[in-house]
């Protein structure tokens, strides 16, 4: 069974620094892209950063760039999510996804981590 | 680019029911649609991938089309039954990122 178990969630002061972690099993890593997907209270999905396979590639949506890296660790199955410079609007919960076939889109999704962004 | 969706549609027990998904900004059949379901209190679930496939285990009411004319794409529910009541999301991709549509709150009467 394809399983993604999200951890370091947690409140934060503005300015501070997080990083999330996703624990991957059941598939072979290495091969999916993985991205992280977050949702701010009572709002839709927004696609924050997402990462190649091999973990080459790096791609972020333009309200995080520069505050938030993603990578990946294939020996270990994980894909992390450095979050630097927080903001309150960065306060969500945060998802991560496998890669569908192709990297179209996500087919496999995390519970959810809550990150909270206050003073 | 943009995905828009409508922010909320309503149908009966049983109906059908249809959710639009207009992409602004490149072509929607150049670029597979995927859509998700999320229940409340839920992580989103993979519905539809490459504008009209269904995961397995996704149920045959469900189905995805695309509009060329109105760079659009469509998830019709047919048979609507009361766990279908959810949020549902489109999305796209171009070359550096994936974008989500705004979602859409569906309401079974």
């Known amino acids: 069974e394809v399983q993604l178990l999200e951890s370091g969630g947690g409140l934060v002061q503005p300015g501070g620094s997080l990083r999330l972690s996703c624990a991957a099993s059941?598939?072979?890593?290495?091969?999916?892209?993985m991205s992280w997907v977050r949702q701010a209270p009572g709002e839709g999905l927004e696609w924050v950063s997402g990462?190649?396979?091999?973990?080459?590639?790096?791609f972020s949506a333009d309200p995080v760039k520069g505050r938030f890296t993603i990578s990946r660790d294939n020996s270990k199955n994980m894909v992390y999510l450095q979050m630097n410079s927080l903001r309150a609007e960065d306060t969500a919960v945060y998802y991560c996804?496998?890669?569908?076939?192709?990297?179209?889109?996500?087919?496999?999704w995390g519970q959810g981590m809550t990150v909270t962004v206050s003073s | 680019f943009m995905l828009t969706q409508p922010h909320s549609v309503s149908e009966s027990l049983g109906k059908t029911v249809t959710i639009s998904c207009t992409r602004s900004?490149?072509?929607?059949?150049?670029?597979?649609v995927q859509w998700y379901q999320q229940r409340p209190g839920s992580s989103p679930t993979f519905l539809i991938y490459?504008?009209?496939?269904?995961p397995s285990g996704v149920p045959d009411r469900f189905s995805g089309s695309i509009d060329s004319s109105s760079n659009s794409a469509s998830l019709s529910i047919s048979g609507l039954k009361t766990e279908d009541e959810a949020d549902y999301y489109c999305q796209s991709y171009d070359s550096v990122s994936w974008v989500f549509g705004g979602g859409t709150k569906l309401t079974v009467l």
């Open positions: 996804a496998k890669g569908s076939r192709n990297d179209y889109g996500m087919d496999v």
């Open positions: 900004g490149g072509s929607i059949a150049g670029h597979y």
């Open positions: 490459e504008h009209n496939q269904r």
């Open positions: 059941g598939f072979s890593f290495g091969n999916f892209a």
């Open positions: 990462i190649t396979g091999s973990g080459s590639g790096t």
